[in-house]
């Protein structure tokens, strides 16, 4: 059986992937579902200070102090950021890096620039001068694509257990130390797995690093572990068995 360690994305914390763990506990792996520095219970640490580098060493130490080997690293959007950097600086420990909904960005490029000017502008005036990054509305009407999929309870408990999230984890870039590099696979829900597909052969700067990688489908919005756990632990599963 397989070590999974879940990372969420932005606002979310290790609760998120409660119906997805408890699946994946069922068919006999061990799980780690993280809450990562600032966010959620772990909201009271939130600071300027923290950032990716926090984020990534939440990881590291997790692995490190459980003594994890052959970890399936599992990076849900904006999780998909510390998780690339744990991933190279410890490619010994980890069997395998999923990204969902997410990819390696190039070294040097944050979370922030994938982002274009426009939609840059808007979330600096929801910032302002605060160091967090306010989670959004949670109203499908404002983002059908991505909240696709996600009942009344799941909506519900988004407005209520979202928090901001640390906004160093967005803004800072990704560093990489050229380590060796591991197994990927991507879980695409937003948009057809063909589209990525295309993009990593044309080489497009955010989907070159999964070149190699498996590509999975699973339609739904950008939260799949609230839209469709059982779908997407299958496939988890389904990746770690190889």
Known sequence: ????????GFWLGGWAWREVTA??????HDVYAVTLTG???RAHLAGPEVGLETHTRDLTALIEAEELRDVVLVGHSGGGMPVTQAADRMPDRIARVVYVESGPLPDGVSQFDANPPEEQERLRARIGDGHLLPPPAWEPAEDPQNLAGLDDAALTLLRRRSTGHPLGAA???VR???GRPVPTALVACTF???VAAAMIAEGHPFFAGLAGAELHG???GHWPMLSEPKALADLLDTIARG
């Not at 059986?1 to 969420?8: D, I, R």
């Not at 699946?23 to 006999?28: M, N, Q």
């Open 171 to 173: 803004t800072d870039p």
């Open 23 to 28: 699946d994946l506990r069922g068919r006999g």
């Open 1 to 8: 059986m397989a070590t999974f360690v879940l990372v969420p």
């Open 176 to 178: 990489r130390t050229g």
């Open 192 to 194: 057809p797995v063909e």
């Open 39 to 41: 966010v959620a219970d």
């Open 218 to 220: 699973l339609p739904t």
